[in-house]
């Protein structure tokens, strides 16, 4: 056999076990957007507001979707469900979290975990001081 053929014959097995190792079908779901405002931690209650808004990939809010509070660190803070202009608030209460006050001031991570219909998302925020 040529040189030639042994090579177009291992070019063709080579695209074919790459064509095996790509997954059956690509994620179909629908890439959406996920802006996270800076949390508000309130000096005089200590509560730390905490908000973002989710959209699809041309722009639309997505109603319903909830979206998960943490610390940068990972520590649950409070969950908020989107509502018709795709904006979820909570409020996070420090004395019900594992996070102490230094976290809090570090920023908050929301995340949108995806579902059947759109691909999941995080956003990061720093953390703002309101003075009553």
């Known amino acids: 056999m040529s040189h ?7 070019l063709a097995l080579g695209i074919a076990a790459s064509a095996l190792a790509t997954p059956a079908h690509a994620d179909s779901r629908q890439a959406v957007k996920l ?6 931690l309130s000096r005089a209650s ?6 973002a808004y989710l959209t699809d990939g ?7 979707k909830r979206i998960a509070f943490t610390s940068r660190h990972g ?14 608030v909570c409020k996070a209460d420090p004395r019900k979290t ?22 999941p998302a995080t ?10």
Do not use: S, W
């Open 35 to 40: 802006y996270t405002a800076h949390a508000r």
């Open 98 to 119: 594992q996070a102490d006050p230094d976290e809090m001031m570090n920023g908050v991570r929301a995340t949108f975990a995806g579902d059947r219909a759109y691909r």
């Open 46 to 51: 200590g509560m730390e507001t905490l908000q």
């Open 4 to 10: 030639r053929k042994k090579l177009l014959i291992g």
């Open 75 to 88: 520590y649950a803070l409070c969950a908020g469900t989107t509502d018709d202009t795709g904006v979820a």
């Open 58 to 64: 041309a722009g639309h809010y997505l109603h319903g």
């Open 123 to 132: 956003g990061t925020a720093p953390t703002d001081v309101i003075f009553p």
